[in-house]
């Protein structure tokens, strides 16, 4: 990953954006799950996950989680951070080969979050299923 965007203390934030992400197609795959524990430590150049992201991750509740309220905690107030934040979302979105409309969706409501207009996101949706493809014709083989 080019620059570190995000500091320890944020990584349970992003565990709920990233958990949030993988269930917006209503279940969350094995291998989004591997992609959100790597992707994660990662984004602070861990080695591990901390026991806060951990538990972040064990505690996750869609029912309660808020996109919005999270992602104004986290303050995504720079271009860079916005970039870093699209790039993990769109790792653990295409980790599991496809991307359907619910994704689609969830990634709009994110792009309007972060001040994204409808032609960068769907510039960005294209990147991600160009992606998810080459992952899927991958497993296949």
């Known amino acids: 990953m080019p620059g570190i965007a ?17 269930l917006a197609d209503g279940e969350v795959d094995g291998s989004e799950v591997q992609t959100i524990r790597q992707v994660l430590a990662e984004a602070a150049g861990l080695s591990r996950l901390t026991p806060e992201v951990v538990h972040a991750l064990r505690g996750f509740d869609p029912e309660t989680f808020d996109l919005a309220a999270t992602c104004a905690e986290l303050g995504l107030d720079t271009r860079h951070r916005k970039r870093e934040l699209l790039a993990l979302v769109g790792s653990v979105i295409a980790a599991d080969g496809v991307i359907d409309p619910g994704e689609g969706a969830w990634l709009g409501r994110l792009a309007h979050l972060m001040g994204r207009t409808d032609v960068q996101m769907e510039r960005f949706l294209d990147e991600l299923r160009q992606a998810a493809a080459e992952i899927g014709r991958a497993a296949e083989d």
């Open 6 to 22: 995000f500091k320890v203390e944020e990584l349970p934030l992003i565990a709920g954006i990233l958990l949030d992400a993988a």
